[in-house]
T-cell receptor, first 115, second 114 residues
Framework: NAGVMQNPRHLVRRRGQEARLRCSPV?????VYWYRQLPEEGLKFMVY????????ESGMPKERFSAEFPKEGPSILRIQQVVRGDSAAYFC?????????????FGPGTRLTVL | DQQVKQNSPSLSVQEGRISILNCDYT??????FLWYKKYPAEGPTFLIS?????DKNEDGRFTVFLNKSAKHLSLHIVPSQPGDSAVYFC?????????????FGAGTTVTVRA
């Protein structure tokens, strides 16, 4: 399966702990996006990265959230000191990043539950 | 600020008939539009897209229509099948301007009745 891989699929954390979500893009895709879906809502953009660079983080909360996409390895979305409001499904997507062809392929998501 | 709106939260259609899903947008900088299908506990699956230089794109049972002057697009599924029962999301981006992030609507839940 050459699609977008995310792990873990389910993650349970207590308030104040850290959550690390991983995403491996489609082979050959250099653009990675993170989206969050709260219950009963659509997906909301968080951050857009290319290898080693954050291109757009306009949807990311300023506090406690960070993302990286290192030269080697998966993209990581990190949430420090989690709170109950962070409970959501977090989706990663990847694309080739071509103008006029922004088809993004999504992973299965990580469902974060904060107790 | 919701830039992409799907005003119908649900749609029920009989198997074999046409499903029509609607989507409106407010940002005139959007130039690339996509429809995704999503089953519970899975990620969105790409269905079909359209660039703003076109007004129609067809792929099998799926056709997307774009009306730029009205800032409106629609997805037609014909004939509808039971496996089409899912949540459908409309999304938009301004990719030709380097704005690759997708703005999503809230989704429309489609139920296909046998």
């Amino acid at each position: 399966n050459a699609g977008v891989m995310q792990n873990p699929r389910h993650l349970v954390r207590r308030r104040g702990q850290e959550a690390r979500l991983r995403c491996s893009p489609v082979k050959g895709h250099s653009h990675v996006y993170w989206y969050r879906q709260l219950p009963e809502e659509g997906l909301k953009f968080m951050v857009y990265l290319q290898k080693e660079n954050i291109i757009d983080e306009s949807g990311m909360p300023k506090e406690r959230f960070s993302a990286e996409f290192p030269k080697e390895g998966p993209s990581i979305l990190r949430i420090q000191q989690v709170v109950r409001g962070d409970s959501a499904a977090y989706f990663c997507a990847s694309s080739r990043g071509l103008a006029g062809d922004n088809e993004q392929f999504f992973g299965p998501g990580t469902r974060l539950t904060v107790l | 600020d919701q830039q992409v709106k799907q005003n119908s939260p649900s749609l029920s259609v009989q198997e074999g008939r046409i499903s029509i899903l609607n989507c409106d947008y407010t940002n005139s900088m959007f130039d690339y539009f996509l429809w995704y299908k999503k089953y519970p506990a899975e990620g969105p699956t790409f269905l079909i897209s359209i660039s703003s230089i076109k007004d129609k794109n067809e792929d099998g049972r799926f056709t997307v229509f774009l009306n730029k002057s009205a800032k409106h697009l629609s997805l037609h599924i014909v004939p509808s099948q039971p496996g089409d029962s899912a949540v459908y999301f409309c999304a938009a981006s301004g990719s030709s301007r380097g704005d690759y992030k997708l703005s999503f609507g809230a989704g429309t839940t489609v139920t296909v009745r046998a």
